[in-house]
């Protein structure tokens, strides 16, 4: 199994701040990396594939790089409604085994 | 646009088996080659993923929950549904049914249920 770890665990920031999340594979995933964004209540909401592929509707200011192993989330000016639990998740075996990390809080300073 | 809402007891008792149904709209489960899964997440905790059911029919599951998981499909009613078997504690979580985004290729999950939370308890 791939184990995918986020860091930190919480990230206390301020509104306007820029922001950046880390993911890591226990094992090359290469581009097979997907972020999405939790809210309390809510199911997941896709950002990210393709490691740095925006979703539809999902605003300039987030987005994603890397490549392997190392990932990166970042929300370059940080709006009030960007508060969130971010998961990244990691779709590379065949057949399909997917993970997901442990998630990054983001909560307000 | 797709919509997929999950149905199913909200309480399952230890050891007896859970069975949950995701009701699909705007999508077809018989053709477009889509695969659709079950999710979890247990409060406070990530996501877990469990299973697929592809349009062809095909089914992969999490290697950890293989031996007590069955995902099976009614196309007629556009439906497809779970089924865990010998529950624990540890099965309590927010159950999700959800579809994939892109046709022909699995992973990044586009559209996702309104989840439904099943308590494991006695």
């Known amino acids: 199994e791939i184990v995918m770890t986020q860091s930190p665990a919480t990230l206390s920031v301020s509104p306007g701040e820029r922001v950046t999340l880390s993911c890591r594979a226990s094992?090359?995933?290469?581009?097979?990396l997907a972020w999405y964004q939790q809210k309390r209540g809510q199911a997941p909401r896709l950002l990210i594939y393709g490691a740095s592929t925006r979703a539809t509707g999902v605003p300039a200011r987030f987005s994603g790089s890397g490549s392997g192993t190392e990932f990166t989330l970042s929300i370059s000016s940080l709006q009030s409604e960007d508060f969130a639990v971010y998961y990244c998740?990691?779709?590379?075996?065949?057949?399909?085994?997917?993970?997901f990390g442990g998630g990054t809080k983001v909560e307000i300073k | 646009q797709v919509h997929l809402k999950e149905s199913g007891p909200g309480l399952v008792k230890p050891s007896e088996t859970l069975s949950l149904t995701c009701s699909v709209s705007?999508?077809?489960?018989?053709?477009?080659?889509?695969?659709w899964s079950w999710v979890r997440q247990p409060p406070g905790k990530g996501p877990e993923w469990i299973g697929y059911i592809h349009d062809s029919g095909n089914t992969y599951y999490n290697p950890s929950l293989k031996s007590r998981v069955t995902i099976m499909r009614d196309p007629s009613k556009n439906q497809f549904s779970l089924k865990l078997s010998s529950v624990t504690a540890a099965d309590s979580a927010m159950y999700y049914c959800a579809r994939d985004l892109r046709a022909f290729s699995y992973g990044p999950v586009d559209y996702w249920g309104q989840g439904i939370l099943v308590t494991v308890s006695s």
């Open positions: 998740q990691q779709y590379n075996n065949w057949p399909p085994a997917l993970t």
């Open positions: 705007g999508g077809s489960l018989r053709s477009g080659g889509y695969y």
């Open positions: 094992q090359s995933v290469t581009g097979n």
